[in-house]
């Protein structure tokens, strides 16, 4: 089980490849959107806003409202910024799970 300062790196790390795209694909791809980020195995949630293609305000509160809501394990958060599970693999095995529109889904996948 990855510690909770792994995961706030990790979700540090993934709003630092999000700003990283170049502006053409973040504006195709951006969505001002609530979202939680649940991991259960630390039953912990962490909330925060994308916003004109970046992930910013993001700290360790509930947000049972947010728009999008992922679920998952601490281990699997930490591979999936890593590179080592693949976004795509993580959400069709459910290992992540989703909920949201479809269309935000399929942003979401896009930008990651």
């Known amino acids: 089980m990855a510690t909770k300062q792994a995961c706030e790196a990790a979700l540090l790390q993934l709003a630092e490849r999000l700003d990283g795209i170049p502006d053409a694909q973040k504006r195709r791809?951006?969505?001002?959107?609530?979202i939680s980020c649940h991991l259960s195995d630390l039953r912990t949630t962490y909330s925060g806003r994308l916003?004109?293609?970046?992930l910013c305000d993001v700290r360790e509160t509930v947000l049972p409202d947010a728009q999008i809501r992922l679920t998952v394990s601490s281990d699997d958060l930490v591979a999936v910024t890593e590179g080592t599970l693949s976004f795509g693999t993580a959400w069709t095995s459910g290992r992540l799970r989703i909920e949201a529109s479809m269309l935000d889904m399929l942003r979401l996948r896009a930008a990651l």
């Open 29 to 34: 791809h951006s969505v001002d959107r609530t």
């Open 51 to 54: 916003c004109d293609g970046s």
